[in-house]
């Protein structure tokens, strides 16, 4: 028995803390419709006070005018009603009118602010929590910048990019290590089949026919493009002293990205230069078809962009 209501607890304590843990999850989305929710409620509420506020209204100058007719009418002397007692009486109806219209827009008033203060708490969160995702975001980006560095270090700028973009090296890879002895990759490079890997960086994408409208099925025309287009982003780098790989994207008619949101370039805080890997050679594959009357011409160009890294903190 002392068992049963023993696990009986731990259940019960289980689920309690797994609904909190889903209420904090959820507590922006909450707070969101709490706060639209509170504010047409409170909206329709007013609406209705209004009518009864106009009635009011009405009734507060009809008792004003029969006060007066009343003072206009009585014998000057004698009377014990006077302007004095007119004007304590108006005052004391504007009060009485103020507290009914308190009594009426009260209630609209307080939800009116409790949706306010829940929609700034909404907004409140999901700043922290995107304060808190761009610095995970930047901490794995200098980590990731690191590792490659070494790799550069260790075994040469070479094997970087061969472990990085997944491909063969024409005439094989020649790596040496720190002391100049070489280092064989033979079955290493027998196993990689030479062909582009679908994401070679987490930023890269391909610039490809029936996908792209801008893309040509002209070699030239479509290296043409791509080099003045990094020439406008370099511009635009140098004019604004910063840019977003979504605005690069958008130029190069790419759909934007979550990440492209928050990384890019900032002049003094990398390469102060934007590049697309253009004349990267492992960057194109050929299509696999007859020669159309203007030349063989490419299925895939990927871009590739050296970003400095997230941005979003330091523009």
């Given at each position: 028995?002392?068992?049963?209501?023993?696990?009986?607890?731990?259940?019960?304590?289980?689920?309690?803390?797994?609904?909190?843990?889903?209420?904090?999850?959820?507590?922006?989305?909450?707070?969101?419709?709490?706060?639209?929710?509170?504010?047409?409620?409170?909206?329709?509420?007013?609406?209705?006070?209004?009518?009864?506020?106009?009635?009011?209204?009405?009734?507060?100058?009809?008792?004003?005018?029969?006060?007066?007719?009343?003072?206009?009418?009585?014998?000057?002397?004698?009377?014990?009603?006077?302007?004095?007692?007119?004007?304590?009486?108006?005052?004391?109806?504007?009060?009485?009118?103020?507290?009914?219209?308190?009594?009426?827009?009260?209630?609209?008033?307080?939800?009116?602010?409790?949706?306010?203060?829940?929609?700034?708490?909404?907004?409140?969160?999901?700043?922290?929590?995107?304060?808190?995702?761009?610095?995970?975001?930047?901490?794995?980006?200098?980590?990731?910048?690191?590792?490659?560095?070494?790799?550069?270090?260790?075994?040469?700028?070479?094997?970087?990019?061969?472990?990085?973009?997944?491909?063969?090296?024409?005439?094989?890879?020649?790596?040496?290590?720190?002391?100049?002895?070489?280092?064989?990759?033979?079955?290493?490079?027998?196993?990689?089949?030479?062909?582009?890997?679908?994401?070679?960086?987490?930023?890269?994408?391909?610039?490809?026919?029936?996908?792209?409208?801008?893309?040509?099925?002209?070699?030239?025309?479509?290296?043409?493009?791509?080099?003045?287009?990094?020439?406008?982003?370099?511009?635009?780098?140098?004019?604004?002293?910063?840019?977003?790989?979504?605005?690069?994207?958008?130029?190069?008619?790419?759909?934007?990205?979550?990440?492209?949101?928050?990384v890019g370039w900032v002049l003094g805080n990398g390469d102060d230069v934007i590049s697309f890997d253009i004349e990267n050679p492992y960057n194109t594959v050929a299509l696999d078809h007859a020669p159309q009357e203007n030349g063989r011409y490419l299925k895939k160009w990927l871009v590739d962009f050296n970003v400095d890294g997230v941005i979003y903190n330091i523009i």
């Amino acid at each position: 028995m002392n068992n049963l209501i023993q696990n009986l607890k731990s259940i019960t304590m289980f689920n309690g803390s797994r609904g909190m843990l889903l209420l904090r999850k959820n507590s922006p989305e909450i707070l969101l419709a709490l706060g639209i929710g509170g504010g047409i409620t409170a909206t329709v509420l007013a609406c209705k006070a209004t009518i009864d506020a106009v009635k009011k209204k009405e009734e507060l100058e009809d008792n004003f005018q029969l006060m007066r007719e009343y003072l206009d009418s009585v014998d000057d002397f004698g009377s014990a009603y006077t302007q004095e007692h007119y004007d304590q009486n108006r005052n004391q109806l504007i009060l009485l009118f103020l507290l009914d219209m308190a009594k009426l827009y009260g209630p609209a008033v307080i939800l009116g602010a409790l949706s306010v203060g829940a929609l700034v708490g909404s907004n409140r969160i999901l700043n922290s929590r995107n304060v808190a995702a761009i610095t995970a975001f930047k901490a794995m980006s200098e980590a990731y910048s690191v590792y490659r560095k070494r790799v550069k270090e260790e075994l040469g700028e070479e094997m970087d990019n061969y472990l990085y973009y997944g491909k063969k090296v024409p005439g094989g890879l020649k790596v040496t290590d720190q002391k100049g002895k070489s280092i064989k990759f033979d079955e290493l490079e027998a196993d990689l089949d030479g062909e582009l890997s679908d994401v070679p960086s987490m930023y890269a994408r391909y610039f490809e026919d029936d996908v792209n409208v801008y893309f040509r099925r002209n070699d030239s025309m479509n290296h043409f493009f791509l080099i003045n287009q990094q020439a406008a982003a370099n511009d635009l780098l140098k004019i604004r002293g910063h840019l977003f790989l979504n605005e690069v994207y958008d130029m190069l008619g790419l759909p934007r990205t979550r990440e492209g949101a928050v990384v890019g370039w900032v002049l003094g805080n990398g390469d102060d230069v934007i590049s697309f890997d253009i004349e990267n050679p492992y960057n194109t594959v050929a299509l696999d078809h007859a020669p159309q009357e203007n030349g063989r011409y490419l299925k895939k160009w990927l871009v590739d962009f050296n970003v400095d890294g997230v941005i979003y903190n330091i523009i």
